[in-house]
């Protein structure tokens, strides 16, 4: 099946760094692909969409300035937490859905996700 | 508003038996897809079962077994002889809208953590 890896699985970072995290599709080609943050026992918030080679689209209340996300190929998309801060303490999952396929069943795949602590 | 509805945060079940989750979802769109996930502790997100909106039978993927009740807008997992490796969060989820648009997007329900006792 399809491949979405994700890196790093985790990291700590200090408060007002920035961190750079990455989405790859392994064995295919993805035109979008998602942003969630998840806390601890709560649902995938959506935090943006990702489409190769235009600006992503945030879903309101996400700030483009703190979590800037580029998507320059059809395998890679990064999140960049810029300045972060111990609230931005996270788990982050990317998602991507691949080029020319219905968006149905198994066609959403996730990656292993990100644990970021900010100390 | 909620799109997705899952009033069982957690609950217990033990060994062998059935057990139903609970979803309703709210969307005006006529074509739209509802998925489950199942999300272990080490956090990936493990696709179970799919139904979009004009499938005419009931999706069933092994022991899962999707409920849907498309006038009440309830599509209720169903999983039949619980193992003790089904615990784990489980998640309904919702694409509106055609499923090759370009603008679909997959928003998820607060989940339902299931302990199986053994």
């Known amino acids: 099946g399809a491949v979405v890896s994700q890196h790093p699985s985790w990291v700590i970072c200090k408060s007002g760094t920035s961190v750079k995290i990455e989405c790859r599709s392994l064995d295919f080609q993805a035109t979008t692909m998602f942003w969630y943050r998840q806390f601890p026992k709560q649902s995938l918030m959506l935090m943006a969409t990702s489409n190769e080679g235009s600006k992503a689209t945030y879903e309101q209340g996400v700030e483009k300035d703190k979590f800037l996300i580029n998507h320059a190929s059809l395998t890679l998309s990064t999140l960049t937490v810029t300045s972060a801060h111990p609230e931005d303490s996270s788990f982050y999952i990317c998602s991507a859905r691949r080029q020319g396929l219905a968006f149905v069943g198994t066609e959403a795949f996730f990656g292993q996700g990100t644990r970021l602590t900010v100390v | 508003a909620q799109k997705i509805t899952q009033t069982q945060p957690g609950m217990f079940v033990q060994e062998k038996e059935a057990v139903t989750l609970d979803c309703t979802y709210d969307t005006s769109d006529p074509s739209y897809g509802l998925f489950w996930y199942k999300q272990p502790s080490s956090g990936e997100m493990i696709f179970l079962i799919y139904?979009?909106?004009?499938?005419?039978q009931n999706a069933t993927e092994g022991r899962y077994s999707l409920n849907f009740q498309k006038a009440r807008k309830s599509a209720n997992l169903v999983i039949s002889a619980s193992q003790l490796g089904d615990s784990a969060m489980y998640f309904c989820a919702m694409r509106e809208g055609y499923p090759y648009s370009s603008a679909s997007k997959i928003i998820f329900g607060s989940g339902t953590r299931l302990s199986i006792r053994p």
């Open positions: 139904q979009g909106s004009y499938d005419q």
